[in-house]
């Protein structure tokens, strides 16, 4: 479990997040405040402000007289949120094509050919995290803070399911492809292809989980 800087209740909250994160607090666990106060040295009064933060962007949930529980993600939370972000990052890449410089187009470029290289050799850790640096790449040309904030607000809830979705069985060689697709429309100028090109690749992203979860359920009955 990661030190915590210090007692402040932002600084609470960060620890809490990669709690969540990390999985030390297990989806749907009853978060201790004793234990954690006790933990880190501090008093209740942080640790409370922390979990209204949390509670505030859907993290947390409060029972009355039980206390605070990470919250869960649903099969229904999947299907509600993933066509939301896929219109919101769509917009980015909308944005983003009317905003990119040339220069801002060939950063693009050097971050697909990295994503390439890891879909070649199956590197599906590194390749998330070429892949997450792409979008927020795509999010930051867009330059819309509040388009920003809404998606990682929404990320955030999507973190607490610990998606898995490139272990689909041909997702990493898909997802690539989508990937090139949002990439061919931003340096052909194509505004309305790109944003469609990216809500295509999140709403496939939500039917690779649909299928990975259809898989791992027919291994439990099996």
Excluded at 51 to 64: D, F, M
Excluded at 119 to 146: M, P, Q, S, T
Excluded at 177 to 199: F, N, P, S, T, Y
């Amino acid at each position: 479990m990661r030190p915590l800087p210090s007692s402040l209740h932002n600084d609470v909250a960060t620890q809490l997040r990669n709690c969540i994160f990390d999985g030390y607090l297990k989806p749907g666990g009853f978060i201790d405040e004793v234990t954690l106060c006790e933990l880190w040295s501090i008093s209740r009064t942080p640790l409370r402000e922390a979990l209204k933060v949390l509670t505030a962007e859907g993290l947390v949930r409060h029972e009355p007289r039980q206390g605070c529980f990470v919250n869960e993600v649903t099969e229904q939370d999947l299907d509600d949120i993933f066509p939301v972000i896929a219109l919101l990052e769509g917009r980015c890449a909308f944005d983003a094509t009317h905003l990119a410089k040339p220069a801002d187009v060939q950063a693009l470029e050097v971050l697909h050919e990295r994503l390439k290289q890891f879909a070649k050799a199956g590197r599906i850790n590194e390749y998330y995290d070429a892949n997450f640096a792409i979008h927020e790449a795509i999010i930051r040309l867009a330059n819309n803070k509040w388009l920003a904030q809404t998606i990682s607000d929404l990320r955030k809830i999507l973190k607490l399911a610990r998606l898995q979705q490139l272990h689909a069985p041909g997702r990493l060689t898909q997802s690539l492809k989508e990937h090139l697709a949002v990439l061919a429309a931003i340096k052909a100028g194509d505004a309305a292809g790109a944003d469609m090109a990216m809500r295509n690749h999140l709403l496939q992203q939500r039917e690779a989980l649909r299928k990975l979860s259809s898989v791992n359920q027919g291994l439990l009955k099996a």
